[in-house]
């Protein structure tokens, strides 16, 4: 019942700014995580950052903390990713997701989100 729209993704230089924006139709409910993940070609899916639909809760994986801000406006439908001091490291596909319900440490693990955008493109030169 829910699809996500993604957008903002690009080229930028290290040390610069992205911001990217999920677009959720459907119904989102109050016991949802919203979540980014992102993923290296060879590489698993990797959690990134999450918010709690209902109280604005957020995580962050350690090697993002203080550089991104994830953020939702629940009247809009609407999640943002703030990603700032950009490195080669974040060059990867990112992906909105949204989990139904998760709680503690399997609201870090992609298999329990439910519904994905297509991904966008960050790709960080040196």
């Known amino acids: 019942q829910v699809h996500l729209a993604e957008s903002g993704g690009g080229l930028v230089q290290a040390g610069g700014s992205l911001r990217l924006s999920c677009a959720a139709s459907g119904r989102i409910f109050s016991s949802s995580t919203m979540g980014w993940f992102r993923q290296s070609p060879g590489k698993e899916r990797e959690f990134v950052a999450a918010?709690?639909?209902?109280?604005?809760?957020?995580y962050y994986t350690d090697s993002v903390k203080g550089r991104f801000t994830i953020s939702r406006d629940n009247a809009k439908n609407m999640v943002w990713l703030q990603m700032n001091s950009l490195n080669p490291e974040d060059t990867a596909v990112y992906y909105c997701a949204a989990a139904s319900y998760c709680a503690g440490v399997d609201c870090y693990r992609a298999r329990f989100y439910n519904y994905w955008g297509q991904g966008t493109q960050v790709t960080v030169s040196s």
């Open positions: 918010i709690k639909w209902s109280n604005g809760i957020t």
